[in-house]
């Protein structure tokens, strides 16, 4: 190669450095711009991940609203029968069961609403903690230990909360986790 193509080679590899460093510079302005923005948001959803006291209280009044409302109709029904039969008999029982079957099924709905609570903190924090590792390209699991929250525990937490399948689901999980770890047990 003569000296006149060396330097041309010379020149068209700096300008085209030129140009990857240029758009290099450009990407990574673009991506502090967006940490910027993308990074107070993450971290107050990390800081805050569960609901607000006033979307509780919306949920909760909801769902109590709707298990009262059935059986208050419940309750109508009877009253009604009552009144068109002209026959009370067996009506304090029936009202009296009505009211214990409602206590049952508004303890029920609380806890079913403190779970889905917990889990959408839960699911909330988790989210955030894979934006912020997405952001700095940091290992989810790196930044929960950093938090103090065993990656196992997530790991639990994860699956616990996810909704099962059913028993085959359950078994093909399982019988996969089991001969997945087969080769690893004659190593």
């Known amino acids: 190669m ?5 330097d041309q080679t010379r020149q068209l590899t700096d300008q085209q ?3 990857i460093n240029a758009l290099n510079q450009q990407f990574l302005g673009q991506q502090q711009q967006i940490g910027n923005t993308l990074l107070p948001q993450f971290q107050n959803i990390l800081n805050n991940p569960g609901l ?12 109590q609203g ?16 009552t009144a068109r039969t002209r026959n009370s008999a067996g009506f304090a029982d029936l009202a009296d069961d009505l009211a214990r079957q409602k206590g049952i099924a508004e303890g029920n709905q609380a806890q079913q609403n403190q779970l889905a609570f917990t889990n959408t903190a839960f699911q909330r924090q988790l989210a955030a ?10 290992d989810s699991n790196l930044l929960s230990r950093s938090l103090g929250i065993p990656s196992e525990l997530l790991n639990v937490r994860a699956n616990a909360s996810r909704p099962t399948n059913g028993f085959f ?18 190593l």
């Open 169 to 186: 689901s359950s078994l093909g999980s399982s019988l996969g986790g089991t001969l997945g770890a087969l080769p690893g047990a004659f």
């Open 2 to 6: 003569g000296r006149g193509a060396q």
């Open 129 to 138: 903690l894979q934006g912020l590792s997405g952001l700095f390209g940091v």
């Open 52 to 63: 607000s006291p006033a979307d509780k209280a919306a949920l909760t009044g909801q769902s």
């Open 17 to 19: 450095l030129a140009n």
């Open 66 to 81: 709707a298990v009262a409302s059935a059986f208050d109709s419940l309750q109508q029904s009877a009253a009604n029968r």
